[in-house]
C-alpha cells in the first residue's frame, strides 16, 4: 500500500511537469513564430449617419410640404480591408458600405480609407490595436427633401481586441472607431463599433 501511494503521489507530480512543459513550448512556438506579415478581415459593422438636415431645413412651408427632416441613424453595413504588418506595425487599406432607412428616406455611407494600426503583444491568445484612418466617403441621400450624392473627407481613429482561434484566424470580439466625418453643413461626429474574422498569413 505504501508503494501505491507512492506511485500515486509520483504519477501526480510527474502528470504537473509535463503540462508545464507542453504549455511552456506552446508559448516558446507562439512567440518565436512572430507575427503573420498579412491580414484580411471582414466585418460586420455599424456606422453613425451623417446630418443632412442643416441644408434642406424649409422655412414657413407651404400646406403638404415636406418640413425638411432626413434619415438619421445608425446604419448598418459590412467592412473589410487589407494589412501589411512589420513587428507590431501595420499599413491599412479599409473599405466599408453602410446604409440606414426610415419613414424620411434612406443614406447610405461608403468609406475608402487608410492609415496605420498599431499591435500589443499576444497574451493568452488576446492582443488590443489602436489605429489612424485618413480617406474620403461616398454620402448619397435619397429623401423627399433632398436627393444627392456626394464625397467628402474623414478622418478616424480607435481600437479593438483580437482572439486568437487557430494559427491564422481571429475573432475581432470589438472594434470601435470614432470619426469626424464631411456633411452638407459641415464636419459632424460619426464612428461605431464592429466584430468579425480575421484571416492572417504569411510570416516574415
Known amino acids: 500500500m ?8 509520483m504519477s501526480k507530480h510527474l502528470a504537473l511537469v509535463i503540462f508545464l512543459a507542453c504549455v511552456t513550448t506552446m508559448s516558446w512556438s507562439q512567440s518565436s513564430e512572430g507575427p503573420s506579415e498579412f491580414e ?3 466585418l460586420a459593422s455599424g456606422m453613425r449617419t451623417v446630418d443632412a438636415s442643416g441644408t434642406i ?4 412651408p407651404a400646406p403638404n410640404q415636406s418640413l425638411g427632416c432626413a434619415p438619421t441613424g445608425i446604419a448598418s453595413g459590412v467592412r473589410t480591408g487589407f494589412v501589411w504588418r512589420h513587428e507590431n506595425v501595420g499599413l491599412v487599406a479599409d473599405i466599408g458600405f453602410h446604409k ?4 424620411t428616406g434612406s443614406t447610405s ?3 475608402l480609407r487608410a492609415g496605420v ?3 500589443s503583444e499576444e497574451r493568452f491568445r488576446t492582443s488590443f490595436f489602436g489605429e489612424g484612418f485618413l480617406g474620403m466617403y461616398r454620402w448619397s441621400v435619397r429623401s423627399g ?4 450624392t456626394t464625397a467628402k473627407g474623414i478622418v478616424s481613429g480607435g481600437g479593438g481586441m483580437d482572439i486568437r482561434l487557430t494559427r491564422h484566424f481571429l475573432w475581432r ?3 470601435v472607431q470614432v470619426a469626424i466625418a464631411g456633411a452638407q453643413n459641415g464636419p459632424l461626429l460619426s464612428g461605431g463599433p464592429s466584430t468579425g474574422i480575421v484571416y492572417q498569413f504569411g510570416r516574415h
Open 145 to 148: 427633401s433632398a436627393n444627392f
Open 57 to 60: 431645413v424649409t422655412q414657413n
Open 109 to 111: 455611407l461608403a468609406p
Open 2 to 9: 505504501r508503494w501505491l501511494g507512492y506511485w500515486c503521489g
Open 117 to 119: 494600426r498599431i499591435y
Open 100 to 103: 440606414y432607412s426610415d419613414h
Open 40 to 42: 484580411i478581415y471582414g
Open 173 to 175: 470580439a470589438l472594434e
